[in-house]
């Protein structure tokens, strides 16, 4: 088989075909140098030129402010788990943790191994279906850091707008969600994602990281495991994953060929609502999330039973319909659109759902 299907995958995801077309026609050889990205020194010329690419794709389309630095890490998100509160919550202190989903619980329990954190809301009643209003959080206005899971890749679940925070930093775990639509940089201190849903392959992590952070890290820090190291060395201090890197660098082209992150917010939101129109049309398919807070990345949707829900993802994966089984924690469906997930794929899910219907409603 050489045709591609629709990959409805959580990830790692479906990539844009311009950029594994580059990949691959750069596979032997990049422009004038003889040798792939895997074969070259990660001190050379040639790859100086891709991470500088990758950074400058990263701070145009984000539009990062300078005080910020821009971090290609390794060990994916859930390291930064566990950095974030060995570099930021200090002895004696606590950080605040939002919990909407998953990802959010696990991110919290890293933190609880390096100190106190608290959960300003947690919102498991109803399985994760919403983020807080600003009334329900009950920050601690001393608090080191409020983390938030920008969206909640398992229980689709994104946040609208960001919480008020006062004067704390705000850190987020945006790996489902970054690029898919414009963001204020400059309200968060600190901003990581896992490559492998909308920016290229798993492996590269990355991190943007407001300047003044730097300085409330604590001495002693084991070194690869201290942002400083990664700030100084900009993110060469040991090898990093120049394939990772190198494909981040052509997804950001890539991007930027689209219209940018504004020309992505757009298409996304078409495609997430085709799907979300289906699902309210009538009583078949029951959306997980509250409206107010569905995600633009995963859409997440139940049927009357489980029995139900394996035919429906059986029949999908027949019609080269991909990955839409929901994750063990929430079953269901899960349809998962990241910026490279085509609008003709959307166009065929739709149909499929209401061929679905119309045979077992
Ligand atoms: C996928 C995901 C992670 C885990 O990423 P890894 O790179 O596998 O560690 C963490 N947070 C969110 C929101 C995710 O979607």
Redesign the pocket.
Known sequence: MTERIFNFSA?PAVLPVPVLEQARDEMLSLPNVGMSVMEISHRSKTFDEIIHGAETGVRELLGVPENYRVLFLQG???LQFSMIPMNFLPEGGSADYVITGS?GKKAIKEAKKQGNANKPADMADGGYTRTPSQEELKLDERAAYVHI?T???IEGVEWKREPEVGDVPLFA?S??DIMSHPVAIEKYALIYA?A??NLGP?GV?LVILRDDLLAKIPEGLHTMLDYRTHVQNNSLYNTPNTWGIYILNLVCKWVKEQGGVEAMKSRNETKAQMIYDAIDATQFYRGHADPDSRSIMNVTFRLASEELEKKFTQEATALGLDGLKGHRAVGGIRASIYNAFPVEGVEALVAFMKEFEKKNG
């Open positions: 990830g994916g998100a859930s990802w899971t969206n909640e890749t775990d790996s489902s896992g492998q849903k798993s992590t």
